[in-house]
């Protein structure tokens, strides 16, 4: 009925997180740049944060989709069909707290997964590009 709403909150948390990110990097853009030089390649935090925010876009796009298919989502007020009836309303917001938040969970998740890996693959990189340089030297 609802459950799309908990991955679309946090969407728009992190969308605006991101944006934050964003600018703070920008201020600090020049140092970055000069130590990209000398580093391996890193995937920066505000890219990592964009997979995140896909993820739970795309993802509550499709789920809210569902729902409108269904006729669970209509274009007047109140929007929800359930939240016209106090019992349908009390339905809704037990399944948004459990299915709902349980999708939202599952797709941080999925994301902590691949931020890991990711890190792993840097570090990887960074541990070959410094071999290369000693046996350089």
Not at 69 to 97: I, K
Not at 98 to 115: R, S
Request: with cysteine.
């Amino acid at each position: 009925m609802g459950c799309f709403l908990v991955p679309t909150t946090e969407a728009v948390i992190v969308t605006i997180a991101e944006h934050v990110a964003e600018k703070k990097a920008l201020s600090s853009g020049n140092r970055e740049e000069a130590l990209k030089e000398v580093q391996a390649p890193k995937v920066p935090f505000t890219r990592k944060l964009s997979w995140l925010r896909n993820m739970l876009w795309g993802g509550s796009g499709l789920l809210a989709f569902e729902h409108v298919w269904h006729g669970e989502v209509v274009p007047w007020f109140p929007f929800l069909t359930a939240a016209s009836d106090p019992a349908d309303a009390a339905e809704m917001l037990h399944e948004m707290s459990t299915v709902g938040v349980t999708m939202a969970a599952l797709v941080t998740v999925v994301w902590l997964g691949m931020v890991a890996v990711s890190s792993a693959v840097e570090k990887k990189a960074a541990q070959q590009t410094a071999e290369e340089a000693e046996s350089k030297a």
